[in-house]
């Protein structure tokens, strides 16, 4: 049986994002790069929403070979190994209307799901294969997922800003039991494994 993973970060009073969606709000330092990483090198298919993926195929595809500048942390070897990782993986999208361009580089590895057939899909992929099912950002999708009992662990890379105002992670009271706490070398970032309740 395959674990449906999300792994996001997250401000210390637990936004998903700061005021008017502002992402770059939270701390996503070298760290953070690291467990994104680790988590992609544990996965088998990505799982993701409708403006993740748009967001992060037009992005990632682009890392691994993207010109030497050792001053920009994006094009570090961890988010290049990340980038090429990546690409490959399966992909599946949540969505009632995306439709995947031909030209988009992931065009050939995803599958897009309707919103009602979300949860009868991932239980079923959860069923065969190998690898974590992994769920970088999409709030709304994975919050629809956990209230239907699909998803098996949240991990949630703490930094140390608070943003008050931001849309918060959950979307309802969840019950959670901690796997594990880690502090992040040469990082405020605090790690938090936490497997849902059944």
């Known amino acids: 049986m395959r674990t449906v993973v999300v792994s996001n970060i997250v401000s210390v009073d637990g936004s998903f994002e700061g005021p008017g969606g502002d992402v770059m709000a939270l701390n996503m330092d070298a760290a953070f790069d690291a467990y994104n990483l680790e988590r992609i090198r544990a996965a088998g298919t990505v799982l993701l929403g409708r403006r993740s993926f ?65 949860a009868t899909r991932v ?28 998803v098996d662990e949240i991990h949630l890379m703490v930094g140390p800003r608070a943003l008050p105002g931001g849309t918060p992670t959950f979307d309802r009271p969840t019950d959670l039991v901690l796997l594990d706490a880690r502090r992040l070398e040469g990082s405020e970032n605090v790690l938090l494994r936490y497997a849902v309740r059944r």
């Open 54 to 118: 748009e967001g992060f195929s037009s992005y990632w595809p682009h890392i691994a070979d993207a010109p030497h500048d050792p001053a920009n942390r994006a094009l570090s070897d961890d988010n290049r190994e990340l980038s090429r990782l990546y690409d490959p993986l399966p992909k599946i999208v949540v969505s009632d209307g995306l439709v995947v361009p031909a030209d988009n580089p992931w065009h050939g590895v995803t599958t897009v799901v309707p919103r009602a057939a979300a």
């Open 123 to 150: 239980t079923a992929e959860k069923e065969r294969g190998a690898g974590d099912i992994l769920v970088f950002a999409s709030r709304t999708m994975w919050n629809g997922l956990l209230a239907q009992g699909v």
